[in-house]
């Protein structure tokens, strides 16, 4: 298991060993057994760190602190250490990907995609063979929160804080479709909320877009989940089977 920390670290653990010691200490703060296998240390600030598809390295998105570009950051995990003295920005490999800070990596089930998604509203779609970005998605006009892979790699969707989660071909970044997130009764209430938003409130309802996305593993259902709640008109997770012909 991977985790990105805070403080720009990422740490490599041993799911197998993480326990919890000292459970019978009133008052002592519970500690994680010795279950970290490497770490490594950014100066880079980080979003987001995945294995790769091939399990060989790590990927962080990431925001080059001296021109706040956003770079993805490919490196072999094994260069690291448990003592945290490997610093990361020194190996592998930097891909420069969008003007600004990456908020969301993925890659697809099948390892040929990766999906990033940026501060510029973009989603990069990237051979992962070549690292080369061979398409985007440029549809949305704010900042991309997360981004995410159909079960069969056929389907990459995106979404922001705008209505609506943008379904697209990850050969391409052309549309398949929108997945509207607004109820099927509730255009009275969308078109109150838009005109809520034009007068520069928060009370969005319905035509809120989505802060994180998740495809089932085996079929075309998609959940698009909200940290934050608006109301009983819109539920913080909603979910969604998807029915549309996949081209050859």
């Known amino acids: 298991m991977v985790v990105t920390e805070k403080d720009n670290t990422v740490r490599i653990y041993d799911v197998r060993k993480l326990q919890l010691t000292n459970t019978n200490i009133v008052g002592k703060q519970q500690q994680q057994g010795t279950s970290e296998v490497k770490s490594f240390q950014f100066e880079n600030i980080l979003a987001d760190t995945h294995f790769s598809p091939s399990g060989t390295h790590l990927v962080s998105a990431a925001r080059r602190i001296n021109d706040g570009m956003g770079i993805i950051h490919v490196y072999p995990w094994k260069h690291g250490d448990a003592e945290g003295n490997a610093n990361a920005d020194s190996a592998g490999k930097i891909f420069v990907g969008h003007t600004g800070p990456i908020y ?47 079960h069969d790699s056929s389907v990459v969707a995106c979404c922001s804080e705008e209505n609506g989660v943008d379904l697209a071909d990850p050969r391409t970044g052309e549309e398949i479709g929108i997945l509207s997130l607004e109820k099927k009764n509730d255009n009275a209430n969308a078109n109150a909320n838009s005109r809520e938003r034009n007068r520069g409130g928060t009370n969005f309802g319905a035509v809120c877009g989505s802060d994180e996305l998740a495809f089932h593993p085996k079929s075309d259902i998609i959940a698009c989940a909200r940290g934050e709640n608006l109301g009983p008109n819109v539920p913080q997770v909603s979910i969604a089977r998807l029915q549309f012909n996949r081209s050859q």
């Open 104 to 150: 969301a990596l993925q890659f697809s089930p099948d390892g040929r995609y990766l999906a990033t998604g940026g501060n510029d509203a973009l989603v990069g779609l990237w051979d992962v063979k070549s690292m080369v970005c061979k398409a985007t998605i440029a549809r949305r006009t704010k900042f991309i929160r997360s981004v995410t892979f159909s």
